[in-house]
C-alpha cells in the first residue's frame, strides 16, 4: 500500500483538479491522505501524461534519425522536450 | 544509419490509437467516467468539424489527445506553484500554449512523413519560417493554440457554472460547432 496526498475541497468534498469542485480555491482546500493500491498498472497510469509526451519526442527522433535523415526535424521536438524537463521537475515526480 | 523497422501510417494510425486509450484511462482513474467521456467525445466531434482534411482516423484522434496532454501538463506545472493555482484564465491560456508546444513534433512529423493533418497552416507569422520549427510555420502552432485554448476554455466553462452534468454534456456536445467557429475566430485574429 502507498499513502498519497491529494487536495479535496473543503465545501464539497470533490477533488480539485480538471474536473474540479464548481467553485474550487486553493484557499478553500484541504489535503486528504488516500490510499493509492500499489499495483504497476496505477502507477503506469498516473505517469500518463509524461509517458505519452515522451513517446512522441522519442517517435520523432526515431523518424528523424533513422528513418528520413533529416536531424532538423528534432527542432520541432525542443520545445515540448523543455516542457516535459519542467513537468518532470515540478515536484509530483511525473504523476499527475 | 538506418531504421530496423519502417514507420508507416498504419503504425502512426495504431500508436495514434493506442495513445488515446492510454489518455482515457489515465482520465478515467484520475478524474472520472464522465470526464473522460465527455474529454474525449467531445475531443472527437470538435475534430471531425475542425478538420480540413479527408476525416481519416489520425485527423480526428489527434486533436482530443493533443489537449488532454496540454491540459494535464499545465495542471502539474501550474498548480504547484501558489501564485497561480485555482487561476482558471491562466490553466486555459497555458492549455493552449501547450496544445501547440504537443503538436509541433506531430505535425512535423506528419509533415514530413506525408500524413494528414487536420488543418494547413501556411502563413508567415513574426517572420518565423519553418527551419526554425523543423518544418512546421509557426502559423500552424498558432493554429493548434487557439483551438487548444478554446476547446479547454469551453470546458472549463461549463464545468464551473454549476450546471448539472447531463446539462454539461449537452451544452459541451452542442456548442462543438461554434467552438470550430470560436477557434477559427481566434487563429484569424494573429
Redesign the interface.
Known amino acids: 500500500m502507498a499513502y498519497r496526498t491529494m487536495r479535496v475541497c473543503a465545501r464539497t468534498g470533490l477533488?480539485?483538479?480538471?474536473?474540479?469542485c464548481?467553485?474550487?480555491?486553493?484557499?478553500r482546500?484541504q489535503p486528504l491522505a488516500v490510499v493509492v493500491e500499489d499495483v504497476p498498472i496505477?502507477s503506469l497510469?498516473?505517469r500518463?501524461?509524461a509517458?505519452?509526451?515522451l513517446?512522441?519526442?522519442v517517435?520523432?527522433g526515431?523518424?528523424?534519425?533513422?528513418?528520413?535523415?533529416?536531424p532538423?526535424?528534432?527542432?520541432?521536438?525542443a520545445?515540448?522536450a523543455v516542457?516535459l524537463a519542467?513537468?518532470l521537475r515540478?515536484?509530483?515526480g511525473g504523476r499527475? | 544509419?538506418?531504421?530496423?523497422v519502417?514507420?508507416g501510417l498504419h503504425h502512426y494510425q495504431a500508436?495514434l490509437t493506442a495513445?488515446t486509450v492510454?489518455?482515457a484511462?489515465?482520465a478515467y482513474?484520475?478524474?472520472?467516467p464522465?470526464?473522460c467521456v465527455s474529454w474525449f467525445g467531445a475531443g472527437w466531434i470538435f475534430a471531425y468539424l475542425w478538420t480540413q482534411a479527408r476525416p481519416a482516423p489520425e485527423v480526428v484522434l489527434l486533436p482530443p489527445?493533443v489537449f488532454y496532454?496540454a491540459?494535464?501538463?499545465t495542471?502539474?506545472?501550474v498548480?504547484?506553484r501558489?501564485s497561480v493555482?485555482?487561476n482558471h484564465l491562466v490553466h486555459v491560456a497555458m492549455t493552449g500554449v501547450?496544445s501547440g508546444?504537443?503538436a509541433?513534433?506531430?505535425?512535423?512529423?506528419a509533415g514530413?512523413?506525408g500524413w494528414s493533418v487536420p488543418r494547413p497552416a501556411s502563413r508567415v507569422l513574426l517572420g518565423v519560417n519553418g527551419?526554425?520549427?523543423?518544418?512546421?510555420t509557426l502559423d500552424g502552432v498558432w493554429l493548434w493554440i487557439a483551438a487548444g485554448g478554446v476547446f479547454y476554455g469551453a470546458y472549463k466553462l461549463f464545468?464551473?457554472?454549476?450546471l448539472s452534468r447531463g446539462w454539461q454534456l449537452v451544452l459541451l456536445l452542442g456548442s462543438t460547432p461554434f467552438l470550430v467557429m470560436g477557434a477559427e475566430w481566434v487563429y484569424g485574429l494573429a
Not at chain 2, 482513474?29 to 472520472?32: E, V
Not at chain 2, 464545468?159 to 454549476?162: A, C, I, L
Open positions: 477533488l480539485a483538479g480538471l474536473a474540479s464548481p467553485r474550487g480555491r486553493h484557499s482546500l496505477e497510469i498516473s500518463a501524461p509517458l505519452l509526451l513517446a512522441i519526442l517517435l520523432l526515431y523518424l528523424a534519425l533513422l528513418q528520413l535523415d533529416q532538423g526535424l528534432l527542432a520541432a521536438g520545445p515540448a516542457v519542467l513537468y515540478s515536484g509530483r499527475s | 544509419m538506418s531504421a530496423p519502417d514507420i500508436l495513445a492510454f489518455a484511462a489515465h482513474r484520475k478524474l472520472s464522465f470526464f489527445l496532454l491540459a494535464a501538463l495542471k502539474g506545472l498548480e504547484t501558489a493555482q485555482g501547450l508546444v504537443v509541433l513534433p506531430m505535425i512535423a512529423m514530413a512523413m527551419s526554425w520549427l523543423g518544418g512546421p464545468d464551473h457554472v454549476g
